[in-house]
């Protein structure tokens, strides 16, 4: 053999035994997957249980998510009719006054109170829809429907957002 003739062997096999020593320690199977992002903030809702009261599995459209607001769409997707927006923002009023000036929006004699964090609300607005307020430190979350959606009734909407509010506030 000449010397350029070993001088590639030897260069090769120290390749070899590189790429040996690097691929030894190399798992068999699919690379591990990183878990998903956490939802945005405004998705605050608990599906599982939103579901089981309102009879209807809802579920919000990541596209247009974010840490401000998070809507939700009943069966059949891109209804426009009947969706759940979760709005969350800020406040520097006392919560019975943000209370106060936010239930203007209800039907008469339409607001029922929730006792959780600094005071919560779920009413009527705008001839049926459901709509309903939590005040907690110095955010305002809010929840409304946009109409009734085919497979739930009002009364059971107005449950399940109270129960919504109350898990929101026990966060």
Known sequence: MTG???????GLSAVAALLAACTAGERVGPAPQAQPPPPPAACLLDGTELTATTGLTWTPDQNTATDTRCVYDPPGGSTPAGFLAVDVGSTTDDAASQLDTIAELCDSGSRAEVDAADGGFVCRFDGGNVYAVLVRGGQVVTVSTSALPTGTTYAKLAVAMTQQLS????R
């Open 4 to 10: 350029s003739t070993t001088l590639l062997l030897t």
């Open 167 to 170: 898990a929101i506030a026990a």
